[in-house]
């Protein structure tokens, strides 16, 4: 069978949706009962469609989210101190449109990670862009970046995202290559995009963990000052559950 040329010109012109969904509707019998109008509406719902998935797939792959976690499956029954209300109004995303900050605390194992992965995920379902980053590995990176002429590219990455994800905040104290990293992050991301921190610490050990108290003090305004709070509690996920949470 001969391609059909509009067919051809679909896929020549990168309408790689409609093209498949003309194929389809061609060899379709029950595709003659539809109007042209109709048939015009299926193509472009197909192509929105398509390029909504491949959009959707680019921004999750940059994303690299540690879980594959999405709000439709957030667990609310368990006794975790989980605000419902509050849960349900961050994953509407207004928050990062006003570039606010969201810090959750809690216990290991109690969810922290997959609630910020999933408030991720639907970030991305919105159309903007998101960067998960595990805060020990982040500062490794950074350090390795200063040798390899990468530094500047990596921070101007970090600074640009709209929703930036630092997930196990404060396991270790920041030196101060650390500290200076951190602040000037946060210093380019302040009031222009949102920043969401996992940490087993409460607010108010942060300080301790920064170390400087000057550094501590600019940063710590820059994080809490706008942040919205998820304090978690209760007893790990993972002795019930097989897929780590946390």
Known sequence: MLPHPTLERLTGMGFA????????????????????????????DREWSFRHDRKLAARLRFAKLR???????IDYRSA?????????KLVAGDWIAAHDNLVITGPTGVGKSWLACALGHKACR???????????????????????????????????????????????PLDALA???LLEILEERYGRRS????SQLPVAAWHEVIGDPTYADA????????????????????RTKTDPTA
Do not use: K
């Open 17 to 44: 949706g409609m093209a498949r969904a003309f194929g389809e509707l061609a060899t379709n019998a029950e595709s003659d009962r539809l109007t042209h109008a109709e048939w015009l509406a299926l193509l472009l």
């Open 67 to 73: 879980h594959q976690a999405t709000p439709e499956d």
């Open 80 to 88: 975790r101190g989980l605000d419902r209300a509050l849960l349900m």
């Open 126 to 172: 919105d159309d903007r862009s998101v960067l998960y980053q595990r805060v020990p590995r982040l500062f490794a990176n950074l350090a390795l970046a200063r040798g390899d002429g990468r530094h500047a590219r990596l921070q101007r990455t970090l600074g640009s995202v709209q929703l930036l994800i630092l997930d196990d905040w404060g396991l270790e």
């Open 179 to 181: 500290r200076h990293d």
């Open 195 to 198: 920043t969401l921190i996992t």
């Open 219 to 238: 940063i710590l305004d820059r994080l809490v000052h706008n942040a919205h709070r998820l304090d978690l509690d209760g007893d790990s996920m993972r």
